[in-house]
């Protein structure tokens, strides 16, 4: 039996209806309570012998029916379960019968997780994640181009040596959460309502930094908990720049290389992902100079910012997040810049906001609604100082 699996009572139920192979029929025989201390009485019931004899069979046979039934459903599991498994000498699949098997398997897989190969919680549909991001993702050319590519490379390894961190930096409204979202969605079948993945708000989670001791324990226990009930875990933390620099020091073993394991051997794959504002400021600047400068916004490639955003994070003293070992030992992979919004892109996002709801639009109400926005610098009005943040509410106000 397959160790950690229970067998389970409705199963056992089921097996007593199976006709047992071999069985012998009743016609020919004798009377039931010849050959048996039983008294007459209890074979007034002509099915009683039939019904004791499959209680016997199945109490015999149970255990390795269903760790038949567990090869079928978990075949990476059976490598080590000897006569268990299928095709071992005395035991196979005719024993049983492929199609009782059939029957149970989509039984157990009505109400449990199993699918043909793998954990079906993890979809990790990256060409989905990338058709997503192009659509419904606006003004961020850069995070459609890196964040696919460096999911599914990761992805793509059988033995990653630490854990994938992204380290997503941006003014409000510039769609960091609406991209962990995506990632959500597109990497597990339920989204972020997965047992796989876990959120945390560092106002919310970790509120008080006299109880840090408390919170490194309790978080810890939430990984080693997630990372044992899924082989792909997705960690976010949210206001990422507001968690003491302490408690970051328990992701340490999980992003850190480490040595290659035994031949053959799998090592669990976690993402975690870092949703701040810090330096948002200083990112919006460099933005605004190289535009003034002439360059087209899809000119900007992650080196112009990358390496300037690392700097400035590593070097802020106002942040718990900028001085963790994260960033000061480089454990991040990649900080991904998220740029400022121009009314244009707002203005897609009203759209999006319209047709989300279901509500006819005109041209106007869109102009409308982008107009409501504030846009900075003074002087340029050219970003919105809130991004798309609080579009759909602002619809309310444009509707007849």
Same mark, same amino acid.
């Given at each position: ?43 007034a019931w002509p099915g009683f012998q039939r019904l004791r004899e499959r ?96 999911? =599914?490379?990761? !992805?793509? $390894?059988?033995? @990653?040596?630490?854990?994938? %961190?992204? /380290? ?83 992701? =340490?073993?999980? !992003?850190? $290389?480490?040595? @290659?394991?035994?031949?053959? %051997?799998? /090592? ?16 919006n600047e460099v933005v605004l100079n190289l535009l003034k400068a002439g ?59 319209? !047709? ?8 106007? %109400? ?35």
């Amino acid at each position: 039996m397959l160790p950690g699996r229970r067998f389970p009572v409705g199963l056992g139920l089921l097996l007593l209806l199976l006709p047992l192979p071999g069985a012998p029929g009743r016609r020919g025989a004798g009377p039931p309570w010849e050959g048996t201390d039983e008294p007459r009485s209890a074979w007034a019931w002509p099915g009683f012998q039939r019904l004791r004899e499959r209680l016997r069979a199945a109490g015999a046979l149970s255990k390795r029916y269903w760790a038949l039934l567990s090869c079928q459903v978990w075949p990476d599991g059976c490598e080590d379960d000897g006569e268990a498994a299928a095709g071992a000498p005395g035991w196979s699949l005719p024993l049983l019968g492929q199609q009782y098997l059939d029957v149970l398997t989509a039984w157990y897989c009505s109400f449990q997780d199993c699918c043909d190969g793998g954990d079906c919680r993890i979809s990790n549909n990256v060409t989905g994640l990338e058709a997503d991001l192009n659509v419904r993702l606006h003004g961020q050319h850069l995070v459609q181009k890196l964040i696919p590519r460096t999911v =599914r490379d990761y !992805l793509a $390894r059988p033995r @990653p040596d630490k854990a994938l %961190a992204l /380290s997503f930096h941006g003014w409000s409204g510039t769609g960091k959460n609406f991209v962990a979202r995506m990632l959500a969605e597109n990497l597990y079948r339920d989204g972020l309502k997965s047992d796989c993945v876990k959120m945390f708000i560092a106002t919310f989670h970790f509120p008080h930094s006299k109880y840090v001791d408390l919170y490194k324990e309790q978080l810890l226990g939430r990984i080693q908990e997630t990372q044992q009930l899924c082989p792909q875990p997705l960690f976010v933390f949210d206001e990422a720049e507001k968690l003491h620099p302490g408690l970051l020091e328990v992701l =340490r073993p999980h !992003l850190e $290389r480490r040595a @290659p394991e035994g031949h053959g %051997a799998k /090592s669990p794959r976690t993402i975690f992902l870092f949703l701040s504002n810090l330096r948002g400021n200083v990112l919006n600047e460099v933005v605004l100079n190289l535009l003034k400068a002439g360059w087209s916004r899809e000119e900007i490639t992650a080196e112009h910012l990358e390496p300037h955003l690392h700097a400035e994070i590593a070097g802020s003293t106002d942040s718990g997040f900028g001085r963790s070992c994260l960033v000061r030992d480089n454990l991040i992979d990649h900080f991904v810049p998220f740029l400022p919004l121009e009314r244009r892109h707002v203005r897609l996002c009203v759209r999006d906001a319209f !047709l989300s709801q279901g509500l006819r639009y005109a041209e106007e %109400a869109l102009d409308e609604v982008a107009d409501m926005m504030v846009y900075v610098p003074r002087e340029e009005q050219l970003f919105s100082s809130q991004g798309c943040k609080s579009v759909s509410q602002r619809i309310a106000y444009s509707l007849p």
